[in-house]
């Protein structure tokens, strides 16, 4: 979930829309790792759950080129492809860990 500093502003389409879903990946993410960590009160838990994505989005890629997956503002379709899909994904699961928090702060 990085963004490089260091290339060329992005100024295709993909690119531009990789620029602007890589932060709601990443914000997605951080409140699916907060509700874990405030269900499980367990740092070990959400580093473990972190891990697992990592392999599990990571591995496929790994196994059938031998290369990690781009995770940078690349402009290929296919990163795109995968960023939009885990955002998809991290919606509903974003959505109920902001339901977790928020019973363990009426909890607290």
């Known amino acids: 979930m990085h ?11 993909v ?7 890589k932060p709601v990946q990443a914000a ?10 405030a269900q499980s009160g ?6 473990g759950a972190h891990a697992a994505f990592n392999a599990l989005s990571e ?3 790994f196994a059938t080129s031998g290369q990690l997956v ?10 795109l492809a995968v960023l939009l899909g885990t955002i998809a994904l991290f919606v509903p699961l974003a959505a109920a860990a902001l339901r977790g928090l928020a ?4 909890l607290a």
Not at 3 to 13: H, I, L, Q
Not at 28 to 37: K, R, S
Request: proline share 8%; charged share 10%; no cysteine.
């Open 59 to 61: 591995l496929p890629s």
């Open 28 to 37: 997605l993410f951080g409140v699916i790792m907060a509700g874990v960590y």
């Open 70 to 79: 781009e995770t940078y503002v690349t402009g290929s379709p296919a990163d």
């Open 15 to 21: 690119s531009l829309v990789q620029l602007a879903g």
């Open 103 to 106: 019973r363990a702060d009426r």
């Open 42 to 47: 367990n740092l070990w838990l959400a580093a």
């Open 3 to 13: 963004v490089s500093g260091t290339a060329a502003p992005p100024v295709d389409a």
